[in-house]
């Protein structure tokens, strides 16, 4: 689509507008709206049931490590009874 420019009446210059090389997202349109939207839908569903069984692991791991310490306390404050008890 040719830009007309005109200065002081006598001399008119034409040029192309510049053309982007790739079309823009105001331009573009979208075929099957919804269907995309259900896509997306779909795929944030499996996202949240994938997170919550990582958290979940997660989880597990940490009470598991928790447990440890908490066993490997005990058995140090065992034997430091038994090297400082009176016998």
């Avoid at 979940?56 to 490997?72: C, V």
Wanted: positive net charge; charged residues 30%; hydrophobic residues 30%.
């Amino acid at each position: 689509m040719p830009t007309t420019v005109c200065f002081f009446r006598k001399l008119t210059i034409t040029k192309k507008a510049q053309r982007h090389p790739y079309k823009t997202r105001s331009k573009r349109k979208m075929d099957n709206e919804e269907g995309v939207q259900e896509q997306m839908k779909a795929d944030m569903s499996a996202l949240k049931d994938q997170m919550a069984s990582i958290t979940e692991a997660m989880l597990k791991i940490q009470n598991s490590i928790e447990d440890n310490a908490t066993e490997a306390a005990s058995n140090t404050v065992r034997e430091a009874e038994r090297c400082y008890s009176p016998q």
